[in-house]
Structures are given as structure tokens and as C-alpha cells.
């Protein structure tokens, strides 16, 4: 399969999310030496609210998909879906989304700091809170002369004590050093 804007796939039903409406050439390529079928396919806007089932779908669709291939805009794209979308499957992607952004070289400080806390969101709702606390540990550096970048951090990581862990006390001394 070649969905028209650059990405492909295999198997007899795949799925396939496209990012802007538009007029697409799907085609599909055996391996009988035929020649490629071809269909035209128009990409609407979303007339509305999408249903949680929709939004469920499309986070799989995600993960299923080789999406490292897509340029760094479409990643940023599916980055800011799953930061919106609230489905409870979204998590694990968040998390390899935004480790797999963090390796950008030439990024902000500003945008670095948002693809931490999105990883330590998605880590602590994995269950894997330590690793993320761990993750303000080792970046505390890099924030050192941005201060309100270092508040950022320190505030999700107080949010993990007091929410996750339950302990008001650590996270109090964290919201006092603020």
C-alpha cells in the first residue's frame, strides 16, 4: 500500500491516519506483476468532537504504525495528540514519542522541558514513578540558568510524591523550595 503522502503499509486491511484533509492517490501493489491499483480519496475535515472509540483507535493506529519514519513535524503532531487525547491507552507511545523527541538535536529549552514532563506523566501512569523522578534528577542541569523551566520540572515531580506516592510531606518541601 501507498497511502499518497509518504508513508506505506502491508496486509490486506491496514489502517491509516492522514493529518490534513486533502486529495490523496491510494495504491496497492501486488506481487502478480499487475499494475498498481490506483484510487483517488478525499480527506475531509473532522465534521466535530471525535468519540473516545475514535480517539482509541487512532492512538493504536499510532502505535502500530512505524511512525519514527515520518518527519519531525508529523511526530510533533502525533506528540500533541496524545497529550490531548485522554485515553488511557496512550501512555506507553507518549512515552516512547517523546524519549524518541528528546533526541532531536536543536531543540528549545522550552520545548525539552514539555517532552520531560509529558514523559514523566506517561512513566509515573505506567507505574514507573522512580523513572521519573529520575528523569528530573538527571535533566536538573541543563534548567539550572532557566528557572522557571526548573520550576516546571520540580512541580511534576512534586506532583508524583503527592499524587502517586501519597506523600504530602515530600511534596510540600518541594512546593516550599519553589
Known amino acids: 500500500w501507498d497511502f499518497g503522502n509518504g508513508m506505506t503499509g502491508a496486509g490486506r486491511s491496514p489502517t491509516h491516519i ?3 484533509e486533502n486529495d490523496y492517490i491510494v495504491s496497492l501493489t501486488t506481487g502478480a ?3 498498481p491499483f490506483k484510487r483517488r480519496v478525499r ?3 473532522e465534521p466535530g468532537d471525535a468519540s473516545p472509540l475514535s480517539l482509541e483507535a487512532a492512538v493504536n493506529t ?3 504504525m512505524d511512525w519514527k519514519k515520518l518527519d519531525s513535524a508529523r511526530i510533533c503532531e502525533i506528540f500533541t495528540f496524545l497529550t490531548i487525547c485522554e485515553q488511557p491507552n496512550r501512555w506507553p507511545l507518549l512515552d516512547v514519542v517523546a524519549q524518541h523527541l528528546l533526541t532531536q538535536k536543536e531543540i528549545d ?3 525539552r522541558a514539555q517532552y520531560l514532563t509529558a ?3 506517561a512513566l509515573t501512569q505506567q507505574g514507573k514513578a522512580a523513572e521519573a523522578l529520575k528523569l ?3 535533566s536538573a542541569a541543563d534548567f539550572a540558568k532557566t528557572p522557571v523551566l526548573q520550576i516546571r520540572l520540580q512541580l511534576s515531580a512534586a506532583l508524583i510524591h503527592q499524587y502517586h506516592y501519597k506523600d504530602a510531606a515530600t511534596a510540600s518541601k518541594i512546593y516550599k523550595a519553589i
Do not use: H, N, S
Request: charged fraction near 25%; aromatic fraction near 20%; hydrophobic fraction near 50%.
Open 62 to 64: 499510532f502505535a502500530a
Open 33 to 35: 506483476g499487475l499494475p
Open 43 to 45: 480527506i475531509w475535515p
Open 119 to 121: 514523559r514523566m506523566d
Open 18 to 20: 492522514y493529518f490534513k
Open 136 to 138: 528530573v534528577e538527571q
Open 109 to 111: 529549552l522550552e520545548t
